[in-house]
């Protein structure tokens, strides 16, 4: 339920969201039997792909909006293209165009807080965060991957990139740091089995071959009747999600229009402005402030 209360600045009543979490299921579409897909993407990284206007930016929003809304949650936003979630850009810890040398230093800051966490995290001898934790969930979205890795700067920042990424997909899961890319180049040079693997959940919008919906979803699965380029190309939207150890499924993405987009990062850079009540933050000085 959401309650309603006075905007301070005069401008009408503005609906205020109970807090949603990073912790709770991200809602993402129907499945074919009009159920609700959630994933628990706090806990998983998230790969999407398919071909140029499958539907994958309407998912990629999706998160980006649910992030945004979410309590406790920073985004770090990587666009060669700039519009895609561009709409976003105010409420981003850190937002990445197309620029290699600041992709590359901002996954290498990503990957130092990743390894801040563990220690942390050794230290309550546990093995992963939890939502008591309190620590900020940091959202990385990388919107289309192949730019960072085969288009913009010399061909040893491409590699330098991809090894960075590999790493904080590797590392981010467990500590509240997921990863959700998406691309529209379904090969091997783009989404290596090494990589691909690390995503506990894939996404395969429309394909144009069987081997392309495998570089997605994994090795073999088109021959067992999971094939994303039997999807309708007529059905943007349509995809086929492989979450976990279940067999992959079909869904239809929930997609937001730019309005939508647009309505739902004003609101969020609403709710996330400093209230004027709250008193500045003390420097950092304790390791749970570090891990953070
Ligand atoms: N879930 C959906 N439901 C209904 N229509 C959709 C859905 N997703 C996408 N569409 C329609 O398909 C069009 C293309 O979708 P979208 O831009 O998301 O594709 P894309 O795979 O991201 O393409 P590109 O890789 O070129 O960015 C949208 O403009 C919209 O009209």
């Given at each position: 339920?959401?309650t309603?209360a006075?905007?301070?600045l005069?401008?009408?009543r503005v609906?205020?969201?109970?807090?949603?979490s990073?912790?709770?299921?991200?809602?993402?579409?129907i499945?074919?039997f009009?159920e609700?897909v959630?994933?628990d993407?706090v806990y998983?990284?998230?790969?999407?792909?398919?071909?140029p206007?499958?539907?994958?930016?309407?998912?990629?929003?999706?998160?980006?909006?649910t992030?945004?809304?979410?309590?406790?949650?920073?985004l770090?936003l990587?666009d060669?293209?700039w519009?895609?979630?561009?709409?976003?850009?105010?409420?981003?810890?850190?937002?990445?165009?197309?620029?290699i040398?600041?992709a590359i230093?901002?996954?290498?800051?990503?990957l130092?807080?990743?390894?801040?966490?563990?220690?942390?995290?050794?230290?309550q001898?546990r093995?992963?965060?939890?939502r008591e934790?309190?620590?900020?969930?940091?959202?990385?979205i990388?919107?289309e991957l192949?730019?960072f890795?085969?288009?913009?700067?010399?061909?040893?920042q491409?590699?330098?990139?991809?090894?960075?990424?590999?790493?904080?997909v590797?590392?981010?899961?467990?500590?509240?740091m997921p990863v959700?890319?998406?691309?529209q180049?379904?090969s091997?040079d783009?989404?290596?089995?090494?990589?691909r693997?690390?995503?506990?959940?894939?996404c395969?919008?429309h394909c144009?071959?069987?081997?392309?919906?495998d570089v997605?979803l994994?090795?073999?699965h088109?021959?067992?009747?999971?094939?994303?380029?039997?999807?309708?190309?007529?059905?943007?939207?349509?995809?086929?999600?492989r979450a976990?150890?279940?067999?992959?499924?079909?869904i239809?993405?929930?997609?937001?229009?730019?309005e939508?987009?647009?309505?739902i990062?004003?609101?969020?850079?609403?709710?996330?402005?400093p209230?004027?009540?709250?008193?500045?933050a003390?420097?950092?000085?304790?390791?749970?402030e570090m891990a953070a």
């Amino acid at each position: 339920m959401s309650t309603i209360a006075r905007d301070p600045l005069g401008t009408g009543r503005v609906p205020v969201a109970p807090g949603l979490s990073m912790f709770d299921p991200m809602f993402v579409g129907i499945d074919e039997f009009g159920e609700h897909v959630m994933l628990d993407v706090v806990y998983h990284n998230l790969l999407i792909a398919g071909e140029p206007g499958g539907g994958k930016s309407g998912l990629v929003n999706l998160a980006a909006g649910t992030s945004a809304l979410a309590d406790n949650t920073r985004l770090v936003l990587f666009d060669a293209k700039w519009v895609e979630l561009g709409a976003y850009i105010d409420v981003a810890d850190e937002f990445i165009g197309d620029e290699i040398d600041k992709a590359i230093s901002v996954l290498r800051r990503l990957l130092t807080v990743a390894h801040n966490r563990y220690r942390w995290i050794l230290s309550q001898r546990r093995r992963k965060v939890r939502r008591e934790d309190l620590l900020s969930t940091i959202v990385t979205i990388i919107d289309e991957l192949a730019m960072f890795t085969t288009v913009l700067g010399t061909p040893e920042q491409q590699k330098e990139f991809e090894q960075l990424l590999r790493g904080l997909v590797s590392l981010g899961r467990a500590c509240g740091m997921p990863v959700i890319a998406a691309t529209q180049r379904t090969s091997w040079d783009i989404i290596p089995a090494s990589l691909r693997d690390l995503f506990g959940y894939r996404c395969a919008f429309h394909c144009t071959t069987n081997g392309s919906s495998d570089v997605i979803l994994g090795d073999g699965h088109a021959d067992m009747g999971y094939d994303a380029s039997k999807i309708n190309p007529d059905n943007p939207g349509e995809a086929l999600l492989r979450a976990g150890k279940r067999a992959p499924y079909l869904i239809k993405a929930a997609y937001l229009s730019d309005e939508q987009i647009y309505n739902i990062a004003d609101y969020a850079a609403w709710m996330r402005r400093p209230s004027g009540i709250t008193t500045p933050a003390p420097p950092i000085t304790t390791a749970w402030e570090m891990a953070a």
